[in-house]
């Protein structure tokens, strides 16, 4: 799915515009990067967590060449997916009717 499309999909889904649901989802990954690009984690009850975790120096080989090279140490994103939203894809619970 596309930006486009998913940015289609919630306005229907909250009634809005698209073009207000695209300010929306814009506002909301910017505060995800925002808050992630201070240290900090972001959790959704139900649905996951995004935080930053630093990985370590290592010695990577080159496969064509077989030649050594350092990769140096850097921060990344992690996403560790909530018990809710992991039961409702492996299917062993159903969503809630509102």
């Not at 505060?31 to 995004?50: A, C, D, N, P, Q």
């Not at 935080?51 to 140096?72: D, L, M, Y």
């Not at 994103?77 to 039961?87: I, L, P, S, T």
């Amino acid at each position: 799915m596309t930006k486009a499309e998913f940015v289609s999909l919630v306005a229907s889904k909250a009634d809005l515009t698209k073009k207000d649901s695209e300010k929306a989802l814009d506002a909301i990954i910017e505060s995800i990067e925002e808050t992630l690009k201070k240290g900090e984690s972001v959790t959704f009850v139900g649905f996951g967590t995004f935080s930053v975790t630093e990985r370590a120096a290592r010695t990577a080989r080159v496969p064509r060449s077989g030649k050594e090279i350092k990769v140096p140490a850097k921060n990344a994103v992690k996403f560790k997916v909530g018990k809710n939203f992991k039961d409702l894809i492996a299917g062993t619970k159903t969503k809630k009717k509102k």
